[in-house]
């Protein structure tokens, strides 16, 4: 069984609050789940204490087991220092596409002409 560390969504509409559940990956996002390890508000400040509670040990202990966070709870996870997120760097996909390259060097070639 695949399981997955993810949010579950709760809260009223326009006021999201999400559980931090170890889930099936098969099953529903908002569906059974296996345990609840924390919440999720991101509704309040940055700052506050109360936006992200979780237990860090029963996180870790199912890390251990095998469960894969989602990127979004790897990212809360990493906050409280339970995991690491893996640097994202992809300098390809940052550059100009072809055409936008193309019109780039025809104005750089002008600029020099001139």
Do not use: C, H
Not at 10 to 26: E, L, M, Q, T
Not at 52 to 79: C, F, M, N, Y
């Amino acid at each position: 069984m695949a399981l997955k560390i993810r949010l579950a969504r709760w809260g009223a509409k326009k006021r999201p609050f999400y559980r931090i559940v170890v889930a099936d990956a098969r099953a529903p996002r908002d569906g059974r789940f296996v345990e609840k390890i924390g919440t999720f508000d991101p509704l309040k400040p940055a700052e506050d204490t109360a936006r992200l509670v979780l237990d860090a040990e029963k996180a870790k202990d199912w890390i251990s087991k095998g469960a894969q966070p989602t990127d979004r709870v790897l990212r809360l996870l990493a906050s409280v220092g339970v995991g690491e997120r893996p640097a994202r760097n992809n300098p390809v996909k940052a550059q100009p596409k072809k055409k936008a390259q193309e019109r780039a060097a025809a104005e750089a070639a002008k600029a020099e002409a001139a």
